[in-house]
């Protein structure tokens, strides 16, 4: 059995993370040696009695190899940090996942990129701001990274799904789970169109602690972290703070002193972040990362124009075509929407979503919808 499988097999051991895979690293045991410990063994290393029990009586290759097989019916690929095409820039990072699970383009894992990231509850602001840079720095070839989350990480993904760049999601469950629901429609367009990654296996779940582990891997990906909107306790504090102990730059967008949705990108300009007043700023940062043509650009719109002119240009579906008509005699909200369609939630976002990647039609506060 490959060495790559085997760490594979490690990581889906329910229980066994980061620091314990490298224990079993550091001791030799990632061979095929691995099959002939006992309970004993794995005691030795400090992983606890009924984890180690189990790797003693159920860690086999056939059982490795039916979690590989799961992987592929799910449509799901695996890069380990032995390979070759595992990210360059994360594998720098600390404490980089020794496994990542994808959908989508690997490749965008090892383009220059830039995470964005704020409050799950955004202003119209902050909202705006994150639609133009997002769209701005993936028109200038900058992948965007974010964590697939409510508000600005939302905002971010579809705005840069428009353009060269593309966008990179990190969740914090496994491939098979989507978290928070909603955003199923939008996770299933960045597989198409871009990259989904997680460090965790099929079938984990949400939950609150897994979450500054992903925001590691937002960090590490990039070569800045953009906080575009966040309060003094916002989760994108965290990002911001991995990026710094990976070396990375960090730049915050300034908001009103009024807002309190602007205090933690305002704490962090004045603890010495890089102001960001437009795209311009952050592609001067990165001009030796960028083919001439878009760096020379720095962040001018034109070219984004003409790729939101594009999108306006094609061929909407007979759905699409649907509610983008019901839409002209609009703005209507939502719940309007689900009346005058008769669909369920599920599809009208998704048929939403699809217009809205295609520029036909702007969301508003309040969940308002209208033609552009």
């Given at each position: 059995?490959?060495?790559?499988?085997?760490?594979?097999?490690?990581?889906?051991?329910?229980?066994?993370?980061?620091?314990?895979?490298?224990?079993?690293?550091?001791?030799?045991?990632?061979?095929?040696?691995?099959?002939?410990?006992?309970?004993?063994?794995?005691?030795?290393?400090?992983?606890?009695?009924?984890?180690?029990?189990?790797?003693?009586?159920?860690?086999?290759?056939?059982?490795?190899?039916?979690?590989?097989?799961?992987?592929?019916?799910?449509?799901?690929?695996?890069?380990?940090?032995?390979?070759?095409?595992?990210?360059?820039?994360?594998?720098?990072?600390?404490?980089?996942?020794?496994?990542?699970?994808?959908?989508?383009?690997?490749?965008?894992?090892?383009?220059?990129?830039?995470?964005?990231v704020?409050?799950?509850?955004?202003?119209?602001y902050?909202?705006?701001?994150?639609?133009?840079?997002?769209?701005?720095?993936?028109?200038?070839?900058?992948?965007?990274?974010?964590?697939?989350?409510?508000?600005?990480?939302?905002?971010?993904?579809?705005?840069?799904?428009?353009?060269?760049?593309?966008?990179?999601?990190?969740?914090?469950?496994?491939?098979?789970?989507?978290?928070?629901?909603?955003?199923?429609?939008?996770?299933?367009?960045?597989?198409?169109?871009?990259?989904?990654?997680s460090?965790?296996?099929?079938?984990?779940?949400?939950?609150?602690?897994?979450?500054?582990?992903?925001?590691?891997?937002?960090?590490?990906?990039?070569?800045?972290?953009?906080?575009?909107?966040?309060?003094?306790?916002?989760?994108?504090?965290?990002?911001?703070?991995?990026?710094?102990?990976?070396?990375r730059?960090?730049?915050?967008?300034?908001?009103?002193?009024?807002?309190?949705?602007?205090?933690?990108?305002?704490?962090?300009?004045?603890?010495?972040?890089?102001?960001?007043?437009?795209?311009?700023?952050?592609?001067?940062?990165?001009?030796?990362?960028?083919?001439?043509?878009?760096?020379?650009?720095?962040?001018?719109?034109?070219?984004?124009?003409?790729?939101?002119?594009?999108?306006?240009?094609?061929?909407?579906?007979?759905?699409?075509?649907?509610?983008?008509?019901?839409?002209?005699?609009?703005?209507?909200?939502?719940?309007e929407?689900?009346?005058?369609t008769?669909?369920?939630?599920?599809?009208l976002?998704?048929?939403?979503?699809?217009?809205?990647?295609?520029?036909?039609?702007?969301?508003?506060?309040?969940?308002?919808?209208?033609?552009?």
């Amino acid at each position: 059995m490959e060495t790559r499988e085997l760490l594979i097999g490690f990581n889906e051991v329910e229980g066994i993370g980061w620091k314990t895979i490298d224990r079993i690293c550091r001791e030799g045991l990632l061979t095929e040696n691995a099959f002939f410990c006992s309970s004993e063994d794995w005691g030795r290393l400090g992983i606890n009695a009924k984890i180690a029990h189990w790797l003693a009586a159920g860690f086999n290759p056939e059982w490795i190899y039916t979690r590989c097989n799961l992987m592929k019916e799910s449509g799901v690929a695996a890069v380990t940090l032995l390979d070759e095409d595992y990210p360059e820039l994360l594998k720098e990072s600390p404490e980089p996942p020794w496994v990542l699970y994808y959908r989508g383009r690997l490749e965008l894992a090892s383009r220059p990129a830039v995470a964005m990231v704020g409050t799950r509850m955004p202003t119209a602001y902050g909202r705006k701001a994150g639609e133009m840079l997002a769209m701005e720095l993936s028109a200038a070839g900058l992948t965007v990274v974010s964590g697939l989350a409510r508000g600005i990480d939302s905002v971010c993904h579809e705005a840069a799904l428009r353009n060269a760049g593309g966008t990179i999601a990190v969740v914090a469950t496994g491939l098979d789970r989507v978290y928070p629901p909603e955003n199923r429609a939008l996770e299933q367009q960045i597989s198409r169109q871009g990259l989904v990654i997680s460090e965790y296996p099929l079938g984990t779940p949400s939950h609150p602690g897994l979450f500054p582990r992903r925001n590691r891997i937002i960090a590490g990906l990039t070569l800045g972290t953009v906080v575009v909107e966040a309060d003094a306790r916002s989760g994108s504090l965290i990002t911001a703070d991995a990026a710094l102990e990976a070396g990375r730059d960090v730049f915050a967008i300034p908001g009103p002193i009024t807002s309190p949705k602007s205090r933690g990108a305002l704490d962090l300009i004045k603890q010495g972040a890089k102001l960001v007043t437009g795209a311009a700023d952050i592609i001067e940062e990165y001009r030796s990362y960028l083919p001439a043509k878009a760096a020379n650009q720095g962040g001018n719109t034109s070219e984004a124009t003409r790729e939101e002119d594009g999108f306006r240009e094609k061929k909407l579906t007979s759905e699409e075509s649907h509610l983008y008509h019901i839409l002209h005699q609009g703005p209507f909200t939502l719940d309007e929407l689900l009346l005058r369609t008769g669909w369920d939630f599920g599809h009208l976002h998704s048929v939403l979503l699809s217009l809205i990647i295609k520029k036909a039609v702007s969301q508003l506060p309040g969940a308002i919808y209208k033609v552009i």
